[in-house]
């Protein structure tokens, strides 16, 4: 089993991989103080500037150089040093009190995010079309949710191609020629065969089809999707799409 490490040491690791010398800067010191308020946190713990550096394996001077900062910025003096010990001043004790209720918090929520991470859990909102609802969606719906009990799956079925994330969706399922940028796609599925059909009275006058360009000219019944301008290509396997034909029908 692995250990994992405190929210204290994961963080200060992260941000002595810049350099003690960058922390101590005040434009960095005033965008992110938590590692050096951590690394105060660490160094009123254990007393002693050594045994805090040992624990998040970076060097006493790194660790007194980014204290020294957020004593800077603060106007005040923290720690009282000598060459035995490190003591925490009024204004230090003060300090440290005041700010362990939010460290106690942030290290909660990792802990929490530790133990479901490896675990689905929550709200998953999907915009889909209707078709693939249908099709592809609500067959496997149950055996998925059996599957992972404590998700709670909501499906939002329009063909409106929403904006994925100003809707706030978690996932959405998309022709491939519908894909936004940027998007990360995995196919599902396969291949989704379409016909185009007709009824047996409208060929009592007219000649059947035989190849998709002799479609022009057919009344046919065409899907323009909700908020778009332009009607939905019709393609195949034989040819490249033929949208910018001409049509009769609409």
């Not at 805090?52 to 020294?68: D, F, G, H, I, N």
């Not at 998953?124 to 998925?144: C, H, M, Q, S």
Request: glycine content about 8%.
């Amino acid at each position: 089993m692995i250990e994992k490490p405190a929210l204290s040491e994961w963080l200060m690791k992260v941000c002595f991989i810049i350099g003690p010398t960058v922390l101590a800067s005040e434009a960095l010191m005033a965008a992110h103080p938590l590692p050096a308020v951590l690394a105060f946190a660490r160094v009123a713990h254990f007393g002693s500037f050594t045994r805090a550096a040992a624990e998040l394996e970076v060097s006493p001077s790194a660790l007194s150089q980014t204290v020294r900062g957020l004593e800077s910025k603060l106007g005040v003096r923290l720690l009282n040093r000598t060459t035995r010990q490190v003591g925490l001043t009024e204004h230090g004790a003060r300090f440290l009190d005041q700010i362990g209720p939010g460290l106690a918090q942030i290290e909660a929520a990792f802990d929490d995010l530790d133990a479901v991470r490896h675990r689905p859990t929550g709200r998953l909102r999907i915009n889909v079309g209707r078709t693939a609802a249908k099709v592809l969606v609500e067959p496997r719906l149950p055996e998925f949710l059996a599957r992972y009990p404590e998700l709670e799956v909501e499906l939002f079925a329009d063909d409106t191609l929403a904006d994925l994330v100003a809707g706030g969706f978690d996932a959405g399922i998309r022709l491939g020629e519908c894909l936004a940028r940027d998007m990360i796609a995995l196919p599902v599925g396969g291949m989704q065969r379409q016909v185009i059909v007709a009824t047996p009275g409208y060929f009592e006058n007219r000649d059947k089809p035989r190849t998709p360009q002799e479609l022009v000219g057919h009344e046919c019944i065409r899907l323009r999707l909700p908020g778009s301008r332009r009607l939905y290509p019709w393609s195949s396997a034989a040819t490249a799409a033929i949208s910018k034909w001409t049509w009769k029908g609409g």
